[in-house]
């Protein structure tokens, strides 16, 4: 799991867009890695859309979003393309991205204990490095408060 000012794990995955995305490739710019529970639930589609309608201010200051979850490929082309998101998702089935960053903890719906993703969001800076990280996250006014860590230009 990174720490606040080391360096975050070389990782790759495959987009809902088909693609494959390289985090390392994205060095040079501030990177928000976001992590969620379920594709087209409520609290994770207002997050989305959060970071959506955001998206050209956090292009102002050279940062890109991706979008994390254990969801298919098929699942996240579905959801990217409903809610019209510009930035990409990474299919984790594998919880590989999950993993590295330490986001599956056990959880309790409706009295039952299961382990999922636990909303998480992770600011990375131009060098790789990660600069904060937001855990349990809440929705609202989240994709804002993200925004705001990153400097403006």
């Given at each position: 799991m990174p ?10 995955g495959?987009?809902?867009d088909g ?5 390392d490739s994205?060095k ?10 379920k ?5 994770c ?10 998206y ?6 050279h940062?890109?979003i991706?979008?994390?979850s254990?969801?298919?490929?098929k ?8 809610q019209?998101?510009?930035f ?12 590295a ?5 056990e ?7 299961h382990?999922g ?5 992770f600011?990375?800076?131009p060098?790789?490095r990660l600069?904060?990280e ?5 929705v609202?006014?989240?994709?804002q408060?993200?925004?705001d860590a990153i400097?403006a230009k």
């Amino acid at each position: 799991m990174p720490e606040v000012g080391k360096k975050v794990p070389k990782l790759k995955g495959p987009t809902g867009d088909g693609g494959e995305l390289k985090l390392d490739s994205l060095k040079g710019q501030w990177v928000v890695v976001y992590f969620y529970p379920k594709d087209s639930t409520p609290g994770c589609t207002t997050e989305a859309k959060d970071f959506r309608d955001l998206y050209p201010a956090f292009q102002k200051r050279h940062a890109e979003i991706i979008g994390v979850s254990r969801d298919s490929v098929k699942s996240h082309a579905n959801f990217a393309t409903k809610q019209e998101l510009p930035f990409p998702l990474v299919s984790d089935p594998d919880e590989t991205w999950c993993n590295a960053f330490d986001v599956i903890h056990e959880k309790v719906l409706y009295g039952k204990r299961h382990m999922g993703v636990v909303r998480s969001t992770f600011l990375i800076d131009p060098e790789g490095r990660l600069a904060q990280e937001w855990r349990n996250v809440k929705v609202t006014g989240h994709a804002q408060a993200v925004l705001d860590a990153i400097p403006a230009k």
